[in-house]
RNA sequence: GGGGCGGUAGCUCAGCCGGUCAGAGCAUCGGACUCAUAAUCCGUGGGUCGUGGGUUCAAGUCCCACCCGCCCUACCA
């Protein structure tokens, strides 16, 4: 019955703070389906990571005067914080530049290596001529040859919007340094992705029906045009090539998305080696039983519907090449690719240099986090772009967290706890009581259905019909008039009371930080639902850094229905969401740049 | 250029295999109520479902074309 369920979360990049977009398309949903499955009785391992190897990060750590390990580690702490913030709750949220990422990086490219999917080939490429780095295509820039732009990009032209080679620019310049790049020969290693493109498509195959269909038809529509791809770089930040002759060389390193999509098997490896059971991460990826679910935004799907899959593939002996499985063991492909589309901000994209951006740790001094989630789980961008607008979150925070949700909480105990001081015993029940109480127990499975498909619009609505019911119910039963019939009166507090604490039960995976409350509202003891903290560890007595973890298990929150107890004395509530000023939304626009 | 997704009430969005699918929440307007953070409850108006064709007894729902937005297009991550 229980299930081990791997939730592998997207690797923010480690160049700056996370903003609301990157937290609505990856953080809040894969969170919402952890905290869900938890309570639903299964075994959850949530990992991730920052990303934190490539050009941009060493360009960007070269034009602060940083090391790119100095800059790697502002941000992995600052984005840390960030989803800590929020309430994520990861088993473990650690970074690509641990000796254990390394390793497991490593051993992955040796296993396609071996199996013959990896393979060496020599390739024209841009340099910078004064460090001898690549220098990516987007990077370069020049005079269009064909429609004569003077700005446009290596990839592409901005103006007539065709695709370039960069050698074809007209001079060409660096847009790191305005120096000419060089256009060099350079040994490279490539992944062999057409000798997968039959098993992925067995693979791919096999999820009709079950994934969302934008990743899926997306997926397999790449299938052929399968193009060997580029799994190193010239560049003396990131993994090493761990073969003789390279390992050594300062100048080729792996490609930061090949190691990136490691990260979620080496994560979990650390988190089992400091689990204290090594052997314990082999229950999610070695586990036929074993589910793993994958959370991104729609940028990355190529990542983990193709690229990934393919390397497990290939470490496992399955492509066209066959093989043996690596040291490691036979790896499981995703179960489910679940894919965000984008979160634009005031109908325009996020930019942070243009400062039309909202980032989460700003967001997080002046609003609570369960506000974000909320706004997140029920306007985010699920199945379609969506707009965040601030005065879009003032009516959804005003009206429905603080007004509908937060007001029924209050109503509900306040009145119980002014009248009788705790829980009232509930006598006979009317066809009215039952109706209500059996409406919100029914709402259990319907609500849980949706959060185990990944349709977290459906199941907040669904939850918050309970909410609507409830109130609807007090205002039917009105039992602050019949202060002459102190036993009727009990009886209906007594519904409204179980029907709040069934329906705090249901928004938990939504709102844990408001749920937690409510439970100790309630006479609950000790930890509802367990809350990530961060925690600092090192490697073998190295150097510290900051994970994300938390004691997730020990919450007692289930997703079952949970009898109150009549005689729990009650305090009056104080209330659970703060109701914003629509001021706020004239004084947060003004913080936009335009 | 090629591929994918989206374009549904003022706003934010649901609508799987074609036939109570023209919806929800908020906002508007009218009423009720006072336990509660002036919260809640009842009622109400509002949409040629991007445009133009087509298939069908029947189409937001299938097909074609076009327009707009977003994503990918393999050296951004």
Redesign the pocket.
């Known amino acids: 019955m229980s299930q081990h369920i791997l939730t592998a979360v997207a690797w923010p990049?480690a160049n700056g703070p996370r903003h609301i977009g990157h937290v609505s398309g990856f953080g809040v949903p894969s969170d919402v389906f952890s905290r869900y499955q938890r309570m639903a009785g299964n075994k959850v391992l949530m990992v991730s990571g920052t990303?934190e190897?490539?050009?941009?990060i060493q360009v960007q750590a070269d034009k602060e005067g940083l090391t790119a390990r100095q800059l790697a580690d502002r941000y992995n702490r600052v984005i840390a914080e960030d989803l800590t913030g929020l309430g994520l709750s990861y088993d473990l949220f650690t970074r690509t530049t641990t000796g254990n990422h390394y390793a497991v990086a490593q051993e992955i490219f040796l296993g396609l290596y071996k199996n013959g999917y990896i393979f060496p080939k020599t390739?024209?490429?841009?340099i910078s001529p004064s460090t001898g780095r690549?220098?990516?295509?987007?990077?370069i820039e020049g005079t269009c040859p064909i429609c004569g732009y003077d700005g446009a990009r290596?990839?592409?032209c901005d103006n007539c919007?065709?695709?370039l080679d960069?050698i074809d620019l007209i001079n060409p310049k660096s847009r790191i340094n305005g120096e000419s790049p060089a256009f060099v020969e350079?040994e490279?290693f490539m992944l062999d992705?057409p000798a997968f493109s039959e098993a992925l498509g067995t693979w791919l195959q096999s999820k009709q029906g079950e994934w969302r269909?934008?990743v899926l038809?997306?997926s397999l529509?790449?299938l052929g045009?399968?193009?060997p791809?580029?799994i190193s770089?010239d560049l003396d930040w990131g993994v090493p090539i761990p073969l003789d002759g390279w390992r050594d060389r300062g100048d080729k390193r792996l490609?930061?998305?090949f190691d990136?999509v490691i990260g979620y098997l080496s994560a979990s490896i650390e988190w089992a080696k400091r689990s204290g059971d090594p052997d314990a991460w082999r229950q999610w990826w070695q586990n036929p039983d074993a589910r793993g679910y994958y959370f991104m935004g729609?940028?990355?799907?190529?990542?983990h519907s193709?690229i990934w899959p393919a390397m497990l593939l290939g470490y496992n002996g399955e492509g066209a090449r066959g093989g043996a499985v690596g040291s490691l063991g036979k790896l499981s492909l995703p179960s489910e690719v679940v894919s965000s589309?984008?979160l634009t901000m005031e109908?325009r994209?996020f930019s942070s240099s243009r400062q039309i951006v909202i980032y989460v740790r700003d967001f997080l001094a002046r609003y609570s986090a369960d506000a974000l989630r909320y706004y997140i789980a029920v306007?985010g961008?699920?199945?379609?772009?969506?707009?965040f607008?601030w005065?879009?979150f003032v009516?959804r925070n005003?009206?429905?967290l603080?007004?509908?949700w937060?007001?029924l909480v209050?109503?509900?105990i306040?009145?119980a706890a002014?009248n009788f001081g705790a829980i009232p015993e509930a006598g006979d029940l009317t066809d009215a009581d039952r109706a209500m109480l059996e409406l919100s127990r029914n709402a259990f499975p319907k609500v849980g259905a949706e959060l185990g498909r990944s349709?977290f619009?459906?199941a907040v609505?669904e939850a918050f019909d309970v909410v609507?019911e409830a109130?609807?119910y007090?205002?039917?039963q009105?039992p602050?008039?019949i202060k002459d019939d102190p036993e009727r009166q009990k009886s209906i507090l007594h519904v409204a009371l179980q029907v709040v604490d069934d329906a705090k039960t249901m928004l938990t995976p939504f709102l844990p930080t408001s749920s937690n409350k409510i439970f100790q509202m309630l006479g609950g003891e000790g930890v509802w639902t367990g809350m990530p903290e961060i925690r600092e560890v090192n490697e073998d007595g190295g150097p510290d850094y900051p994970v994300i973890t938390g004691a997730y298990d020990e919450g007692a929150a289930r997703w079952e229905h949970r009898p109150i107890q009549a005689g729990v004395p009650l305090a009056p509530p104080t209330?659970?969401?703060?109701?914003l000023d629509p001021k706020i939304v004239d004084e947060e626009l003004a913080r936009l740049g335009d």
């Open positions: 990049y990303d190897h490539g050009t941009p390739t024209m490429g841009a690549t220098l990516p295509d987007r990077y290596g990839d592409q919007g065709n695709q960069p350079t490279h992705l269909p934008n038809k997306f529509n790449l045009d399968l193009q791809r580029a770089r490609y930061v998305w990136a729609k940028d990355n799907i190529v990542f193709e589309e984008f109908g994209k306007a961008p699920e199945n379609q772009d969506t707009d607008t005065s879009e009516n005003n009206g429905e603080v007004a509908a937060g007001n209050n109503r509900s306040s009145m002014k349709r619009k459906n609505t609507r109130n609807k007090l205002a039917e009105e602050w008039k209330p659970l969401f703060a109701k």
